[in-house]
C-alpha cells in the first residue's frame, strides 16, 4: 500500500510512523523487506536526513538490487553525495539493474569509463540497453562540459 501511495509517510503522526517502520525495514533480517523498504523510500520524494541516512546505509547492503534502488533514490536527493557512491557501485563486480539507471539519471561524466566496462555484461538484453543509454547521457554530458568550457 505503501508503494502505491495509499498509505501516508509524512505530515501527521500516523504517517510520521510509517515511515519510521519503513526505515526500519531497510536493515530487516529478510531480503524482500529490505528490498520493498528501499524501492518504496527512494521513488517517494522525501528529502529528510532519516531518508537519506537510510538511503546511504542501504548502498552497502550485500543484495545488488537494494544498493542500486538506494542510488536512485540518492541521486534524486542530492547528486553530489550519490556520486561517489554511484561510481563504487559501477566497480563492483556485480550491479543491480537500478544502478544503470541512476547512472543515467546522473549522467555525469567520470561515471563513462565505468559504465563502458559493464557493456554487454548485463545479463539481459534489456539490462544492457540501460547500461548504453547511461553511457549515451554519459558522453551527452560529457559533450556539454567541454562546449560550456570552450
Not at 501527521?12 to 526505515?23: M, R, W
Not at 532519516?50 to 546505509?57: K, P
Not at 543509454?133 to 570552450?150: K, L, P, W
Request: net charge negative; aromatic share 4%; charged share 25%.
Amino acid at each position: 500500500m505503501a508503494a502505491e501511495g495509499d498509505v501516508p509517510l509524512s505530515g501527521s503522526p500516523e504517517g510520521n510512523a510509517n515511515l519510521a517502520l519503513l526505515i526500519a525495514f531497510t536493515k530487516d533480517d529478510d531480503v524482500s523487506n529490505r528490498d520493498w523498504a528501499t524501492m518504496i523510500l527512494a521513488m517517494h520524494k522525501i528529502n529528510t536526513s532519516e531518508v537519506r541516512d537510510a538511503l546511504i546505509a542501504a548502498t552497502d547492503d550485500v543484495e545488488p538490487c537494494i544498493r542500486g534502488e538506494a542510488l536512485e533514490g540518492l541521486v534524486d536527493r542530492d547528486r553530489d553525495l550519490a556520486l561517489p557512491l554511484l561510481a563504487r557501485e559501477l566497480a563492483r563486480d556485480e550491479c543491480g539493474y537500478a544502478t544503470f539507471k541512476a547512472a543515467h539519471t546522473l549522467a555525469h561524466p567520470s561515471l563513462l569509463g565505468l559504465l563502458e566496462n559493464w557493456t554487454n555484461r548485463g545479463g539481459a538484453p534489456w539490462i544492457d540497453d540501460t547500461i548504453q543509454d547511461a553511457i549515451s547521457a554519459c558522453r551527452a554530458a560529457t559533450i556539454g562540459r567541454s562546449r560550456s568550457i570552450s
